[in-house]
């Protein structure tokens, strides 16, 4: 009876002591979910001391958590940090042994890898304590989904910078999975995966920015929908995404990116700090020096990049960096060093070797290989190719290199080599180069078709093919056929990765030299039709198609009632864009050019929106096109021109053939039609001398002779776009002979892809009146009013009905409103052209209005479904040049809001002469004349009605031409006998005197 009852005195003891334990233990883990790590600790001991008589296992189990808890206590308040590695290790260990639960083991290998990780850059051991965590947490019978996602993203991160992707890209993957199954989500892991997807997708792994931008984007988009978001990682997307930008080519856009990155840094510094186990110090001060040394070697700003690496030397002045801190200021001068490398390479080579000097100080990150291939491309250029061979040769290849690095590597060699004259090495490491950037590896450019070359990933390939055919120079046939395909290659990998984005003023460069390089081939052997094909088809999807495709889907736009709402918010961004802009200009205010910044990205998420949620018409944003499917009309010849250093490229098309000629010294040539130009546009200079001149630049560009067809179709390139052809001069004025359409591609002029809209009104036209001349379009010497535009929309509507918006009713607003559903928008006004900022030229409505100017930028807004814009103002086919050397002018932003043809002037329209052209014009318009046919014939009538010989100095007749697509209008006939109904019917109803006035009006008049 005593030992049964000593037996049960004992059992209740312990069972007091295990529940005594147990509760101290479970505080303790609460005391540590808030990182109370000083009196967590303390409940620790207090455990052990509770359970001292228990087994063994307990006590090693108890032990363990303590060793845990007392290295997180250590990494708080001390910098030991070996000690606390090697006491989670033992710990660890303790919990396997103790046979502890699952979750504590898989948190426990957590943290050792993020040790192991952020504070011995151990790499290897970080992964495998990852995975060991991982592996714990699935053999849970209670798996934690939260600490399971957060183990695989570290996971995915850590094999990404050892180099194995697919190991990588298998654990985010899994982690993407097992999110959707989550009941509580962690939005700030799947923001933080996409961005470390993003990073596996660039330039440093696979190289493909395609899905690096797609992965970027969703992260911005995720961590927007977050109320508190990891503002480290935030950062890092912001910074990406202006990367990104940046090899875009899109300069403006990058630096609103990076300016948005370090805003948000130094508006939440502690706050960041928080999301980062290390400490931030001058990491990210740093990191902005250096992406902004990067945008403007790119831009090829000086005085801005060396401002900025004076802040970056003053940061690395003043403090004792560390590790990483040290690699920044590294790269800094890299990025300084890149800037200098062709146009000064001895400057380059100085930035370079302190960057190599810089990497030696410390032991976070290896630059050296990069930097020693840059130091090797800079002796390329001062043509010192034994020492740039030796150098590359140099590098160690034992150390990992992105694909980029080895494919830069391998460029600089074979442009060395190729200088030593050495063509068969060259040519070896060539034909390795261009498999590598191939989508298919196995693709020979000394033995493979030009057909069979499959682009890569990358558009900054496209300038390695380029950079080696320059340094080709040798004569023989191999080399010049060699040359020239790495022409051909560049324009595919060109074409294929500039997406459905306009070329740029960062990507001009590169696309003149790989364009020039055909055209001078062009001009020296015949083309076969294939590379015709590829040739023309490239040229149109580069230069062209942006705007094309916009029409397209602005045309699409218009007739769908129920995408208004889409259509409002993107009228209202590009009004609130172009008022900050004026705001800009006005003060220089770099906070508003911010803000322009940040307005432009909405507008681009809005659309990227919208196309998500209606895909029928993402088609139409990257629809390309074919030259073979476009089919050639008889007796019609197109003039392709392009401007490419000191030489003026001709591409001559027709259905018989198409070939390839050049014109030498074309900056003299440019300096000639820029005297000629003022001369038209001067009412005092000789008619004489004009066509003297006119025949001279005549001579110059159809040197080969007259042109058989009767319609010639331009499609014009730099100063050529001011230049009206039919006033050049063969015996006569070249009016006389051919009719003049004009085009910014030939896509544009085929009817199967720009198709006639119905409409339910011939035209609405607009002619204001001024009632103060402060507006900046009526300038302060001119003539509000405009008699002979009020005259010609007069004349015009007693021959075609439609809708007159006269005086004070031609409103900015009634034009917003009403100016749709019509076949003909025509405006007889002032315009104002903006030379600093073309996309801050105007048109001028009725000043009745507050807001009565229309501006370009604004105009990208809007929506039409109009077959022709009859712009019959000043300067409206004009205007300047920006984004890859693309034109900005009224004319082309109605073709972006989805008018496919435009009759515009090319300088000052006089009033009372071009009422009388205008009118003129409507006549043959109306009796069913194409749109070239019909200006051409109201130049002639206004000539040959023209007595006064002064007023037929070109200046009156010759500035409008018509742009686009060529057809004719199909004006809706007015049916009689409904009209007489009508009248009728409001004879009844309204009396005698109604149906008077009603006969004597053909115009639906709103006065």
């Not at 000191?646 to 074309?666: A, C, P």
């Amino acid at each position: 009876m005593r030992a049964i009852l000593l037996f049960f005195i004992l059992g209740t003891v312990t069972c007091m002591a295990q529940g005594s334990w147990k509760q101290t233990t479970d505080n303790a883990f609460l005391l540590e979910e808030t990182g109370n790590w000083a009196d967590a600790l303390a409940l620790r001991k207090k455990a052990l001391n509770q359970a001292a008589s228990l087994d063994r296992n307990t006590i090693l189990y108890l032990r363990s958590l303590e060793k845990i808890t007392q290295a997180e206590l250590n990494l708080r308040i001390a910098t030991d940090y070996e000690n606390s590695y090697n006491l989670f290790k033992e710990g660890v260990k303790g919990l396997i042994a103790s046979k502890s639960d699952a979750v504590q083991i898989s948190k426990t290998y957590r943290r050792l890898g993020m040790l192991a990780h952020n504070y011995f850059r151990n790499m290897e051991d970080s992964y495998q304590y990852t995975i060991k965590s991982i592996e714990y947490n699935l053999k849970s019978k209670t798996t934690d989904t939260l600490i399971l996602s957060k183990t695989l993203h570290s996971a995915g991160v850590i094999s990404r910078e050892l180099g194995k992707l697919n190991e990588s890209l298998t654990h985010f993957n899994t982690l993407l999975t097992l999110y959707d199954r989550m009941s509580v989500k962690d939005t700030n892991t799947l923001g933080s995966t996409y961005r470390d997807l993003s990073l596996i997708y660039g330039s440093r792994f696979l190289n493909i920015p395609a899905q690096e931008s797609y992965y970027l984007k969703k992260s911005n988009r995720t961590f927007a929908s977050v109320k508190d978001p990891d503002l480290q990682y935030q950062v890092a997307v912001y910074t990406g995404l202006g990367r990104m930008e940046l090899q875009n080519g899109d300069h403006n856009a990058a630096e609103g990116f990076f300016n948005k990155s370090i805003q948000l840094y130094r508006n939440n510094k502690a706050k960041t700090q928080s999301y980062r186990q290390g400490n931030i110090g001058y990491k990210l001060e740093l990191q902005y020096c250096q992406n902004l040394l990067a945008l403007y070697s790119a831009s090829k700003n000086e005085q801005k990049l060396l401002n900025v690496l004076g802040t970056a030397e003053s940061i690395k002045r003043r403090n004792d960096l560390d590790n990483i801190e040290h690699d920044i200021y590294t790269q800094c001068l890299n990025s300084v060093g890149l800037y200098f490398i062709e146009a000064n390479p001895d400057r380059a080579i100085l930035f370079f070797n302190n960057a190599l000097a810089s990497n030696k100080m410390q032991k976070e990150l290896d630059f050296e290989n990069e930097i020693t291939t840059n130091v090797a491309n800079a002796l390329t250029f001062k043509n010192e190719y034994g020492k740039a061979l030796a150098l590359i040769n140099s590098v160690d290849t034992s150390k990992q290199m992105s694909a980029l690095l080895e494919n830069r590597s391998r460029e600089v060699r074979i442009k060395s080599l190729f200088g030593l004259k050495q063509p068969r090495p060259a040519i070896l490491h060539l034909t390795r180069l261009v498999a590598r950037m191939s989508a298919d590896s196995t693709y020979n450019i000394q033995k493979d078709a030009l057909s069979k070359f499959k682009p890569g990933f990358a558009i900054n390939d496209a300038s390695s093919f380029v950079n080696i055919s320059e340094a080709i120079s040798g004569n023989s046939r191999e080399e010049k056929l060699l040359k020239e395909k790495l022409y051909w290659l560049a324009l595919l990998q060109f074409e294929k990765n500039i997406g459905n984005l306009p070329a740029t003023n960062a990507l001009k460069d590169d696309y003149s030299k790989i364009i020039g390089g055909i055209l001078e081939a062009g001009t020296q052997r015949r083309f076969s039709a294939y590379e015709n094909n590829v040739l023309l088809s490239a040229m149109e999807n580069i230069e062209a198609r942006f705007l094309l495709n916009k029409l397209l889907l602005k045309r699409s736009l218009s007739s769908n009632q129920k995408v208004n709402s889409y259509l409002e918010k993107e009228q209202f961004l590009r009004s609130n864009i172009t008022f900050l802009t004026k705001k800009y200009y006005e003060s220089k205010d770099e906070s508003i050019k911010q803000k322009i910044f940040e307005e432009q990205q909405s507008l681009k998420e809005l659309e990227s929106n919208f196309i998500a949620r209606n895909p029928a018409y993402a088609g139409l944003l990257t629809k390309k096109y074919t030259f073979t499917d476009f089919k050639l009309p008889k007796d019609q010849v197109y003039l392709k021109f392009k401007a490419i250093g000191n030489t003026l490229y001709k591409i001559e098309l027709s259905q018989d053939k198409v070939s390839y000629s050049k014109i030498s010294d074309y900056e003299n040539l440019k300096k000639q039609i820029a005297g000629y130009l003022t001369k038209i546009t001067d009412v005092s200079s000789d008619v004489t001398s004009i066509k003297r001149q006119g025949n001279h630049i005549y001579r110059r560009l159809f040197r080969e002779g007259t042109i058989a067809e009767n319609k010639i179709v331009v499609i014009p390139d730099d100063i050529l776009y001011y230049l009206p052809f039919e006033l050049l001069v063969d015996t006569d004025y070249l009016l006389k002979k051919y009719t003049f359409a004009y085009s910014v591609g030939w896509s544009y002029l085929d009817p199967t892809v720009i198709k006639k809209s119905r409409h339910a009104d011939n035209i609405a036209f607009f002619a204001p009146s001024y009632k103060s001349s402060n507006s900046p379009a009526v300038p302060q010497n001119q003539a509000v009013a405009l008699g002979g535009a009020r005259r010609e929309v007069h004349e015009i509507s007693q021959m075609i009905t439609g809708r007159t918006y006269l005086g004070d009713l031609a409103l900015k607003s009634n034009f917003r409103e009403c100016a749709k559903d019509v076949a003909v928008l025509h405006l007889s006004m002032h315009s104002y052209l903006n030379d600093e900022n073309p996309e801050l030229s105007s048109l001028a409505f009725a000043s009745k209005e507050k807001d009565s100017q229309l501006y370009i930028s604004e105009l990208y807004g809007y929506t039409f479904n109009s077959d022709l814009a009859v712009l019959s103002a000043c300067n409206t086919g004009v205007g300047g040049f920006k984004d890859g050397g693309s034109l900005i002018s009224m004319s082309h932003a109605f073709t972006f809001a989805g008018i496919p043809s435009t009759v515009s002037s090319l300088w000052s329209a006089p009033d009372q002469s071009t009422r009388k052209l205008m009118v003129s014009f409507y006549q043959h318009l109306r009796d069913g004349q194409s749109k070239s046919e019909a200006i051409k014939n109201a130049k002639l009538d206004y000539l040959k009605s023209t007595r006064n010989i002064d007023l037929q100095h070109p200046f009156y007749w010759a500035g409008f031409v018509m742009y686009g697509n060529d057809s004719p209008i199909d004006f809706i006939t007015p049916n009689t006998s409904i009209y007489v109904i009508m009248g009728l019917a409001v004879l009844a109803m309204l009396g005698g005197y109604y149906c008077v006035l009603r006969s004597k009006r053909k115009v639906k008049q709103i006065r």
